[in-house]
């Protein structure tokens, strides 16, 4: 059975991520403040949670596509344990407000990336975004980032 995955912030990226997670695996929730922004991704089967609380807790796994990382704080404040959760932080923010959020536990990852790409495109395009994951924790002075 797949994964199920929660995509958090419904703009123009949320939205196109959400509709592929539910093209490859048919199983995304998904929650946006204004509602309405959900509608066309619930007609086609996403799972539409009527808080920032409540889509962390359907999946092991989610995405936050919000504008910066204050307003990711406040979203996921009410969330009182994301022990065990693979956060995708794909908001604006500085170095130190990743290394931040971090200690708080909030870890992005770039395996759910591999996965999806071998679901997609098979096993040349999962070493590819491997490669690239390599990369990203280079980059950013990590040995590495752990999969998912």
Request: proline fraction near 2%.
């Amino acid at each position: 059975m797949a994964q199920r995955i929660s995509v958090l912030g419904l703009g123009n990226m949320g939205t196109a991520l959400a509709r592929t997670v539910l093209s490859l695996s048919g199983r995304v929730t998904v929650w946006n403040r204004t509602p309405a922004k959900a509608a066309t991704l619930v007609a086609a089967g996403a799972t539409l949670a009527a808080s920032a609380e409540e889509a962390v807790a359907a999946s092991d796994v989610f995405v936050v596509c919000v504008g910066n990382y204050d307003q990711t704080n406040h979203m996921l404040s009410p969330c009182a344990d994301l022990s065990g959760k693979t956060l995708l932080q794909l908001s604006s923010g500085t170095p130190e407000e990743a290394a931040e959020a971090k200690t708080r536990g909030q870890v992005s990852t770039c395996g759910l990336l591999q996965r999806l790409a071998e679901q997609r495109h098979g096993a040349d395009a999962g070493r590819a975004a491997h490669a690239q994951r390599s990369a990203v924790s280079q980059q950013c002075g990590e040995r590495d980032i752990a999969r998912s």
